[in-house]
Nanobody, 123 residues
Framework: QVQLVESGGGLVQPGGSLRLSCVAS????????MGWYRQAPGKDRDLVAA????????YADSVKGRFTISRDNGKNTAVSLQMDSLAPEDTAVYYC????????????????WGKGTLVTVSS
């Protein structure tokens, strides 16, 4: 099993920046895809950005040019999201996501989720 632990959320003023980080723990050999989803109050959970093990990225239109996703270590078991020019509409709980986890015993082609970290953009 894999556990995803997020960090870096908080309160920031409009126009400010935050960096979210997520680390996968467990006996993991590799992870194919990692990314971030967000869920605002009363809304669905939507994709923010995703990145493959090969470095291919996919962003929601609303964050293109403002957010940057990256894989953070040589094992590709960590992912970060640099968020710049934040706006009140970016306020949400941000969830780390992973799919395609290889362990010494098995390959799990299912979605794994972190518990979420709250980002609040307000003056």
């Amino acid at each position: 099993q894999v556990q995803l632990v997020e960090s870096g959320g908080g309160l920031v003023q409009p126009g400010g920046s935050l960096r979210l980080s997520c680390v996968a723990s467990g006996n993991i050999l590799s992870i194919n895809d990692m990314g971030w989803y967000r869920q605002a109050p009363g809304k669905d959970r939507d994709l923010v950005a995703a990145i493959s093990s090969g470095g291919s990225t996919n962003y929601a239109d609303s964050v293109k040019g403002r957010f940057t996703i990256s894989r953070d270590n040589g094992k590709n078991t960590a992912v970060s999201l640099q968020m710049d020019s934040l706006a009140p509409e970016d306020t949400a709980v941000y969830y780390c996501w992973a799919r395609g986890v290889a362990t010494p015993k098995a390959y799990y082609n299912v979605n794994a989720w972190g518990k979420g970290t709250l980002v609040t953009v307000s003056s």
